[in-house]
């Protein structure tokens, strides 16, 4: 309780307050966020041949993506003549 007196009896103790948490508080998003990985890897189809662009993600992450896009979603191979629709 005594805190909450002392952080609202003045105007600019309030501001220091606010800027502090908020400081602090953008600190820890930031360092969440190069914690966290992001893995990103897309898959399409250039003529006969499947390009995949591969961003922070791990060789397991890239083989289920390439199984994803070469195959059909009952996990059957896709006839060469059949295109994705």
Same mark, same amino acid.
């Given at each position: 309780?005594?805190?909450? *007196?002392? $952080? ?20 820890? $998003?930031?360092?969440? @966020?190069?914690?966290? *990985?992001?893995? @990103? ?5 250039v003529?006969?041949?499947? @390009? ?7 060789? !397991? !992450? ?19 003549g059949?295109?994705? *629709?």
């Amino acid at each position: 309780m005594e805190f909450c *007196r002392f $952080i609202f009896s003045s105007f600019w103790v309030w501001l220091g307050f606010a800027i502090l948490v908020s400081m602090v508080g953008g600190g820890i $998003i930031e360092l969440v @966020k190069a914690c966290k *990985r992001n893995r @990103k890897v897309t898959g399409y189809r250039v003529g006969q041949r499947w @390009k995949l662009d591969v961003e922070n993600a791990s060789a !397991d !992450d890239v083989q289920h993506a390439f199984i994803a896009v070469t195959c059909a979603p009952d996990g059957e191979t896709k006839p060469e003549g059949e295109e994705n *629709r």
